[in-house]
């Protein structure tokens, strides 16, 4: 990515960085790309080391993805980066519409390094986590 806030896409996906963000990481910058390229995603926030990624935005003055579990509406991830000890961890995630949860995972995965880590720290999915561990066998996944 040239600059951390310019447009990835033709679909008018609305990407920006914090002001504190100077570079991306290029794990960063591809799970970004990823995640731009789904249809339904319309807003994504990079920090240093994280990933906000939405079809909506919550908050009033600082508008933010929409990535909470059980919202009633919005599709988004959070993901969180360890570049020291190569773990991503998936903060929150959800689908209000089914069949677009395993689409955000794909694409925060598709371009993750072998040797990385994925962290689950919840899961109140009844069995979609074991899913998704299965279909994404290429890194290592821990649940805490």
Request: aromatic residues 10%.
């Amino acid at each position: 990515m040239d600059h951390p806030n310019s447009k990835l896409n033709d679909k008018d996906t609305t990407i920006w960085a914090l002001k504190k963000v100077k570079t991306i990481h290029p794990i960063i910058d591809d799970a970004t790309k990823n995640l731009a390229e789904l249809s339904i995603i319309q807003y994504i926030r990079i920090a240093d080391n994280e990933i906000q990624a939405s079809s909506e935005l919550t908050g009033n003055k600082r508008k933010i993805p929409a990535t909470k579990a059980f919202h009633p509406s919005a599709v988004g991830i959070h993901l969180a980066y360890d570049f020291e000890y190569k773990v991503m961890q998936i903060m929150e995630i959800n689908s209000a519409i089914k069949g677009w949860g395993e689409k955000l995972v794909r694409a925060s995965l598709n371009n993750l390094p072998q040797d990385w880590e994925v962290a689950l720290v919840f899961d109140w999915s009844n069995g979609f986590w074991d899913k998704m561990e299965q279909k994404f066998n290429h890194v290592r996944w821990m649940r805490i």
